[in-house]
């Protein structure tokens, strides 16, 4: 009796032991980024899957599927206005790519993004009008949005 009870310990346990495992994994994923750090990684990662889609696209590597630019456009206006929410001021601790400068202009860094989701927006609406061009125009200026606020407002990348 003692016995058998022992085992359900040991073998509760060991599945949480394994979950416990499960889940440091996962926050390695994002260099053990936690709470309000981890949701805008996930969130701009989101958002860099969607420009990876059009640009492969945009650059021919794809086939060309203007509906599906309009979706992808959608989808990053959508949840853009969440930037404004997960950061919270002096918020930027390892390991966090997040500049201090963010809370010293936080004024610009939300005016850029109200500036990326009217891009976004725009592109989401020409992509329904199906002309190839201006929709790698506008393709090319919403990228320009993204990278106006990591050359300010995000530690330099090493690639
Ligand atoms: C208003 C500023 C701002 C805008 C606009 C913005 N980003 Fe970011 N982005 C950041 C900051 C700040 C970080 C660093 C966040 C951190 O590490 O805490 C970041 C990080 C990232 C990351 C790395 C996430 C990770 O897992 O570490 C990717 C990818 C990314 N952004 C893609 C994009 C794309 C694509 C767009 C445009 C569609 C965009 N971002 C627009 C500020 C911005």
Redesign the pocket.
């Known amino acids: 009796m003692m016995l058998k009870k022992n085992r359900a310990t040991l073998f509760v346990l060991f599945v949480l032991l394994l979950f416990g495992l499960f889940l440091l994994g996962e926050a390695s994923a994002?260099g053990g980024a936690t709470g309000v750090?981890k949701e805008?990684?996930?969130l701009?990662?989101s958002?860099?899957d969607q420009?990876k889609k059009m640009g492969a696209m945009v650059k021919g590597k794809e086939t060309f599927d203007a509906a599906s630019i309009a979706v992808s456009a959608q989808e990053?206006k959508q949840a853009a206005p969440e930037?404004t929410h997960l950061?919270p001021e002096g918020s930027?601790h390892n390991p966090?790519?997040?500049?201090p400068r963010?809370w010293e202009e936080r004024g610009r860094?939300d005016e850029?993004?109200e500036k990326?989701i009217l891009e976004?927006g725009k592109l989401s609406d020409l992509a329904i009008e199906e002309d190839r061009r201006s929709i790698v125009v506008q393709f090319t200026k919403?990228g320009k949005?993204?990278s106006a606020?990591?050359t300010d407002?995000?530690k330099k990348q090493e690639e």
């Open positions: 994002h750090v805008r990684m996930e701009m990662k958002m860099g420009m990053i930037i950061f930027s966090s790519e997040a500049l963010i860094f850029l993004t990326m976004a919403l949005t993204c606020c990591h407002f995000r």
